[in-house]
């Protein structure tokens, strides 16, 4: 257990519609990063916040964004889903601003029918 | 940008053979770290290099840092099935940025 929570675990939608994927980091650390995984590909970055500000960005669609509150949980909003966006997304997090471990948390796995 | 690229893509062994992954970056490193993603997990962190040709073992595992900070490997000696998974390092410039990982199976 990395002790990063992610929700939900499973989520099926529609070509269209909007999701919302939640994250909470490890206690203690400052940086959390959203990574998207389609199936037999690699991790691609998609952003990373460092306490509550947005610190890196990187093939992250217009039509996603992300935030991290005071508490320093995170969301990732999805919007105008379409099929290509079904794949696993991780949200990690780490103590330090961009370097350092990176624990992952378990994933959504998002399904856009 | 920053590119890691890790070679093979894929690799399927007898169980008992040795295998290894290489990784290489477009650019000089400060570190690089290797992660292990079972099938249907996540990442998990192994371990971090820093210095210019460094060398650590953990138990089957040997992971290398290149001199030049560009590259590394990660050998495992005679491998059990415990070892399947996709194998992704990840180098630190100004980023952590990942690789396109190794993914490993093994033949019982």
């Known amino acids: 257990d990395s002790g990063v929570t992610q929700t939900p675990k499973h989520l099926i939608t529609a070509t269209g519609q909007r999701v919302t994927l939640r994250c909470s980091p490890r206690?203690?650390?400052?940086?959390v990063y959203w990574y998207q995984q389609s199936l037999d590909q690699g991790l691609q970055f998609l952003i990373q916040?460092?306490?509550?500000?947005?610190?890196a960005k990187g093939n992250i669609l217009e039509r996603f964004s992300a935030q991290q509150f005071p508490d320093l949980h995170s969301e990732l909003n999805l919007s105008s889903l379409e099929l290509g966006d079904s794949a696993l997304y991780f949200c990690?997090?780490?103590?330090?601003?961009?370097?350092?471990?990176?624990?992952f948390g378990p994933g959504t796995r998002l399904l856009v029918l | 940008g920053q590119q890691v690229m890790q070679i093979p893509q894929y690799q399927h062994v007898q169980e008992g053979e040795d295998f290894t992954t290489y990784c290489n970056s477009s650019?000089?490193?400060?570190?690089i770290q290797w992660y292990k993603q079972r099938p249907g997990g996540h990442p998990v962190f192994l371990i971090q290099?820093?210095?210019?040709?460094e060398v650590k073992k953990q138990k089957r595992l040997t992971f290398q840092f290149g001199e030049a900070k560009k590259n590394s490997s990660l050998h495992i000696t005679a491998t059990q099935t415990t070892d399947v998974g996709t194998y992704f390092c990840?180098?630190?410039?100004?980023?952590?940025?990942f690789g396109t990982g190794t993914r490993l199976t093994i033949i019982p």
């Open positions: 990690a997090s780490s103590g330090a601003q961009g370097i350092g471990t990176q624990y």
């Open positions: 206690s203690g650390d400052l940086s």
């Open positions: 916040y460092y306490n509550g500000e947005e610190r």
């Open positions: 650019t000089t490193l400060s570190n």
């Open positions: 290099l820093v210095k210019s040709g």
């Open positions: 990840a180098g630190l410039n100004e980023k952590l940025t």
